[in-house]
């Protein structure tokens, strides 16, 4: 290792800056954000760069750097001139004089270089690649911002106000170390990750008070993680559901959760399928809730993953009514709905701003052979009707339709299996599909849209790979 990382406190750093260019601007802008005094001495400077180093209380010198001289009092230097001779005496005369000199764009002509950071102050996370490709720094930075949840520093800040306070309670380190593991990784952190920061504390001192009373026993409470896994396509998982997925212990998942999802599960986790078919439950919603219970009551982090959005057409409610009666942490993680997914995967917007102000999601689920719908709402003009598990209804929902007044040229799309590598899009109106569907012989799951924004299906559709009828 040619560099090593040290982290400055930036209260008692200040800065020089020499060169008044472009990267003397970035360099001075971070610099200030991260609270280090900084001035400036250079030939030319532009009026932004002036003013946001006046303005934090640095000083602007318009000057050429002549002597060593300059640099009494600070304790990191930045040669940043245009000019590389200049750079180099300036990085001489900072070494000379034991202090902290960076080169911009020559590493090696300093003894120290920016890395690409981090921000979740107080945490901070700092790449470096010795200078060798600062835009690779740059790509594995972009990669790391999407695993680190933006909520870390905060659950840094939460964790050390207890610092002392967990080392007095719980002398042994093993048993320190094994509480700080429990929160970090369990309900602690997931609180904190989900803006419940009031709850986080509180479960802290809980999980604090336990320990002290008993420190031998595992303090690991379980949790459940209700997760959307969306429509089919896994790219369309957040990254929440996905960082979840990965500290699961065991995941309970259903028929619409596509086999892409389940790959994202690690090999390690236990899977419990637990699916639903229209008049042939495997198990009982009654009896997921229970196995949800059971999991978490034995310490476990469970997955619950859900098509689509948990909390549209998804139970979910229920799910969670049971955890909260009981007790036992939990988290919802909003999926990407199967109408979204459907309308963006088949290019039919369900809003448009001249053919619908509104859209509405209709469960068509028969009951004894009937739907029950509010027909007279559902023939309005100017909305889009997504019907979910409306496949086996579909003839008695469009008839219904053009009996309480609808058009019956009205335009209906089919999306069956959407957003996956099987998506297919049958387009005809409410007159013609029922036919179409039986002749197509259409599979679960599928949706339907009614609406005028299906006619933009023809011109929206071209870009994607979807088949159509
Ligand atoms: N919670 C889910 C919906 C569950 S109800 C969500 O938010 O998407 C199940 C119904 O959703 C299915 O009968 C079907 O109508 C619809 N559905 C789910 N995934 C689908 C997909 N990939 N393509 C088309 N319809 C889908």
Redesign the pocket.
């Known amino acids: 290792m040619t560099f090593f990382p040290l982290f400055h406190n930036t209260q008692q750093l200040k800065a020089l800056l020499i060169g008044g260019g472009a990267i003397a601007q970035r360099r001075a802008k971070s610099l200030i954000d991260a609270g280090v005094a900084c001035d400036l001495i250079a030939t030319a400077v532009s009026e932004h760069l002036t003013q946001l180093i006046q303005t934090t209380g640095g000083r602007v010198t318009i000057d050429a750097y002549s002597s060593d001289e300059v640099m009494l009092g600070y304790g990191l230097i930045l040669a940043l001139t245009d000019d590389r001779c200049v750079n180099q005496q300036i990085a001489r005369h900072a070494k000379a004089m034991g202090l902290l000199v960076n080169v911009a764009d020559k590493p090696n002509d300093g003894n120290v270089i920016f890395g690409a950071t981090i921000d979740r102050a107080p945490l901070t996370i700092a790449i470096s690649n010795g200078g060798a490709s600062p835009v690779l720094s740059s790509i594995l930075r972009q990669q790391l911002e999407q695993f680190v949840p933006k909520a870390y520093g905060q659950l840094a800040s939460l964790v050390g106000r207890y610092r002392a306070q967990v080392k007095d309670v719980l002398p042994n380190t093993q048993h320190r170390s094994s509480f700080w593991h429990q929160v970090l990784q369990g309900a602690v952190a997931e609180a904190v990750f989900s803006g419940k920061q009031d709850e986080a504390e509180s479960l802290l001192i809980n999980h604090l008070e336990e320990a002290h009373s008993h420190p031998d026993r595992t303090m690991g409470s379980g949790e459940v993680f209700l997760i959307?896994a969306g429509?089919?396509d896994p790219d369309l998982l957040t990254l929440r559901a996905f960082r979840l997925l990965q500290k699961a212990d065991v995941v309970l998942h259903d028929a619409?959760v596509s086999d892409g999802v389940m790959a994202l599960v690690p090999d390690s986790v236990e899977r419990v399928y637990v699916g639903k078919r229209r008049a042939n439950h495997s198990v009982p919603q009654t009896g997921i809730n229970q196995l949800l219970v059971d999991y978490a009551k034995q310490g476990k982090r469970v997955a619950r993953l859900?098509?689509?959005?948990?909390f549209?057409?998804?139970r979910g409610g229920e799910e969670i009514e049971t955890l909260a009666q009981q007790h036992i942490p939990f988290q919802v993680v909003p999926?990407i709905?199967?109408?979204s997914?459907?309308s963006a995967y088949s290019g039919i917007p369900l809003t448009h701003r001249d053919y619908a102000q509104s859209v509405r999601f209709v469960t068509g689920q028969l009951r004894d052979g009937t739907v029950n719908l509010p027909w007279s709402e559902l023939v309005a003009e100017g909305q889009t009707l997504v019907?979910?598990?409306?496949?086996n209804g579909l003839p008695f929902i469009c008839k219904n339709l053009i009996q309480h007044g609808m058009d019956p040229t009205m335009p209906v799309a089919l999306?069956?299996?959407?957003?996956?590598q099987d998506q297919r899009v049958l387009v005809s109106d409410l007159t013609h599909l029922p036919a179409m569907i039986e002749a197509e012989k259409v599979m679960?799951?599928?949706?339907f849209v009614v609406g005028r924004v299906v006619d933009l299906h023809d011109k929206l559709a071209w870009f994607t790979s979807t088949r159509d009828v």
């Open positions: 959307g429509p089919g619409l859900k098509g689509g959005d948990p549209i057409f998804g999926g709905t199967a109408a997914g459907c019907f979910y598990m409306g496949l999306i069956e299996k959407g957003t996956t679960s799951p599928s949706l």
